[in-house]
Nanobody, 118 residues
Framework: QVQLVESGGGLVQPGGSLRLSCAASGNIFSINAMAWYRQAPGKQRDLVAGITSPGSTNYADSVKGRFTISRDNAKNTVYLQMNSLKPEDTGVYLC????????????WGQGTQVTVSS
């Protein structure tokens, strides 16, 4: 089994910053990719940022220039640094990892709430 533990969410004022962390443990042989998704109330789950094993990154247009995704392969941990936060960034942030065994398998965390409000 694979466990994902997310942390770092909370309430922040517009313009503020937060740093999310997601640590993976368990039956992990090789993590192929890691990503953060956001799910706002009543909306679908959308990709916020992703990072591959070599370190290539991609971002949703709405967060480019404000959010930075990074990973620590030794710790099996992915981070999301969120700056200049806006109310529309509010939602549950979930991390996903893709593990390579004989095939690719996706695992999801339970999510951490981020609320941007004055």
């Amino acid at each position: 089994q694979v466990q994902l533990v997310e942390s770092g969410g909370g309430l922040v004022q517009p313009g503020g910053s937060l740093r999310l962390s997601c640590a993976a443990s368990g039956n992990i042989f090789s993590i192929n990719a890691m990503a953060w998704y956001r799910q706002a109330p009543g909306k679908q789950r959308d990709l916020v940022a992703g990072i591959t094993s070599p370190g290539s990154t991609n971002y949703a247009d709405s967060v480019k220039g404000r959010f930075t995704i990074s990973r620590d392969n030794a710790k099996n941990t992915v981070y999301l640094q969120m700056n200049s936060l806006k109310p529309e960034d509010t939602g549950v942030y979930l991390c996903k990892i893709t593990v390579r065994r004989n095939a690719l398998y996706d695992y999801w965390g339970q999510g951490t709430q981020v609320t941007v409000s004055s």
